[in-house]
């Protein structure tokens, strides 16, 4: 008798951030199985424990409420949702980057957005920088592009014909099922690098759903802007609150390479050995 419970299939809705996905679980299943579905669906280790929690669907409440420990699938179908932990100490993230646990992401750096976009040209260039070191340092690039049919390709003063990903969406955030997919192949993945146009609506959206995977994520400042400087501070302002480091792109790039003796450090001091613009940053009040 027990192995034919084990052996039935209860359909479940997995649901996180703004993404739900259907499956189906063995009934009985605990916590442990139904994080490794997570993990599954969403391309996130199981260390998702210590940041995020199990909710299931109440229908007395209406609402999600936080299952309990003892929580296991029964025979009815059900739907659990993964929200990220509220953090207790107020601790900020450390902002850590290592080379192989981290990815690139280039937000919409459009030739349509040119005339429109502060400090557009301080932008590219120092956006191109990153790629650059991106390139030499071997680490994984994901661009999207905004309705490229009516927005234009990526600016041709930026190669990237090594992204892992190139992609468009209409959608704001980059975190659409194409990216997810990506970043499923990147199991060792922690932090995400994340640059681009505009800073209070694609790039501040983007963030918002990689923070809620539990992803570290840094907003490089002297390569993301807006229309508005005050659109552009109070995204900085916002993002910083949530969770993201806001930094520079000469941070990132010797952080990432981390020591003088490190075999690329020549080659990425090469590409930083003229200071980056400073794309209107110096004219933010903070």
């Known amino acids: 008798m027990a192995d034919t419970m084990a052996s039935v299939e209860v359909p479940v809705l997995l649901s996180f951030s703004a993404f739900s996905r259907p499956c189906s679980l063995p009934q009985g299943s605990g916590h442990d199985v139904i994080l490794q579905s997570f993990a599954s669906k969403y391309g996130r280790d199981v260390d998702v424990r210590a940041r995020h929690v199990i909710q299931v669907f109440s229908e007395e409440w209406g609402q999600y409420v936080d299952a309990p420990p003892d929580f296991t699938v029964s025979h009815a179908p059900c739907k659990l949702r993964l929200v990220p932990c509220c953090n207790p100490s107020g601790m900020v993230p450390l902002g850590n980057l290592c080379q192989k646990t981290t990815v690139f992401f280039c937000c919409d750096l459009q030739e349509r957005f040119r005339p429109a976009i502060s400090y557009f040209e ?3 260039t120092v956006a191109q920088r990153l790629l650059q070191g991106a390139g030499i340092l071997d680490i994984p690039v994901i661009v999207s592009e905004q309705y490229p049919k ?16 190139l992609f468009p969406k209409t959608r704001f955030s980059m975190v659409l099922p194409e990216t997810e997919a990506v970043l499923a192949d990147l199991p060792a993945l922690r932090s995400v690098v994340l640059f681009g146009i505009e800073a209070h609506v694609c790039v501040q959206q983007t963030a918002l759903d990689l923070i809620g995977r539990g992803y570290e994520v840094h907003v490089v400042a002297d390569a993301t802007s807006s229309r508005s400087m005050v659109d552009r501070m109070f995204a900085f302002q916002r993002l910083s609150g949530a969770g993201a480091v806001v930094t520079t792109s000469e941070a990132v790039l ?33």
């Not at 927005?151 to 990903?165: I, K």
């Not at 990432?256 to 110096?282: C, M, N, W, Y």
């Open 254 to 286: 010797l952080q990432l390479v981390g020591d003088k003796e490190h075999p690329k450090f020549k080659e990425v001091q090469s590409v930083i050995r003229t200071s980056a613009p400073e794309s209107g940053l110096l004219a933010m009040k903070v």
């Open 150 to 165: 009516g927005l234009g390709s990526t600016v041709p003063e930026l190669d990237v014909s090594g992204a892992r990903l």
């Open 122 to 124: 301080d932008i590219v």
